[in-house]
């Protein structure tokens, strides 16, 4: 079915979300978009891997402008989304980037014969949905030219974004819902054909896979209260998604919490709240091609 991968997802119907998300990360997304592209030779060949609905990928674009130009090449399995990618970083208007699209699976583990050799790839929040987590990090770091950087966005802190007594329920309703998607993240990478555990840190995976002068930073993901309306339609959803993604593990107080939080007209409807607020980390781990 369009828009569904390997991991059960429908992406697709997800769109409004992810671009809701990038928005939010827009000024993180060009920090860590500037310190990557810092000692890239003009005209770089760069590849964003599950590109999503483009936010880095615009700010890749941009910056690649405003170095001179080069080749960005967007990577996802699921064409809606490409197509969104596309259309968000062409929308930059980046003079001298040439913007690519190319439809392709990961786990198929064929990305060098793809795309060109990269001086910068680019792979966020992607690998963990593979069968093979390290044989996709091995797969990626193929596509890069000699002295090119694989850059993976994976882990970091866990966002939090509701006050932890909100006047319903049992207080810490969040850190509860966060321990339940826990559980079904497990479940959904067990449920994963042919999935094979990575007991280690995505900087092992990185050197595992031959790569040097690995190492990792974080930025940090702040919008404070007094809430936005992006903000407030964020948290709506994630919450929305959270609770159905937790909602066999949740008890019968707990789901009915989450149903007075998300209906409109409520007391308690968290969109009328001005209490919402999106506190988290991205977190980048690198390495180098010898």
């Known amino acids: 079915m369009a828009g569904h991968t390997h991991d059960h997802v429908d992406w697709a119907a997800r769109i409004p979300d992810l671009r809701r998300a990038d928005e939010l990360a ?3 997304f060009a920090d860590i978009a500037t310190r990557l592209t810092a000692g890239l030779p003009g005209g770089a060949t760069v590849v964003d891997v599950g590109a999503g609905t483009g936010g880095m990928s615009a700010a890749l674009a941009a910056t690649l402008g405003r170095r001179g130009g080069g080749c960005l090449l967007l990577v996802d399995a699921v064409p809606e989304l490409l197509a969104e990618a596309a259309r968000t970083a062409t929308a930059v208007g980046a003079d001298g980037v040439k913007i690519e699209t190319v439809e392709a699976n990961l786990a198929a583990g064929n990305l060098s014969e793809l795309v060109p050799p990269a001086q910068l790839i680019w792979a966020a929040s992607v690998m963990h949905h593979l069968p093979d987590q390290q044989g996709g990090i091995a797969s990626v770091a193929g596509a890069l030219s000699g002295g090119g950087v694989l850059a993976v966005a994976e882990g970091g802190l866990e966002t939090q974004t509701l006050p932890w007594d909100l006047g319903v329920g049992r207080p810490g309703l969040e850190h509860r819902l966060l321990a339940a998607r826990d559980e079904w993240f497990g479940e959904m990478r067990a449920g994963i054909e042919g999935t094979i555990a990575m007991p280690y840190g995505w900087t092992t995976a990185l050197r595992r896979a031959g790569l040097t002068d690995v190492g990792s930073f974080s930025h940090l993901l702040d919008h404070p209260a007094p809430t936005t309306d992006i903000v407030r339609e ?12 937790a909602r066999e593990r949740l008890t019968e107080e707990d789901r009915g919490t989450v149903e007075r939080l998300l209906q409109p007209g409520a007391g308690e409807y968290l969109g009328d709240r001005d209490d919402l607020y999106v506190l988290g ?9 010898s």
């Open 26 to 28: 827009a000024n993180v």
């Open 234 to 245: 964020f948290v709506l959803q994630r919450i929305a998604h959270l609770a159905e993604d």
């Open 281 to 289: 980390t991205k977190t980048v781990h690198f390495g180098r091609k």
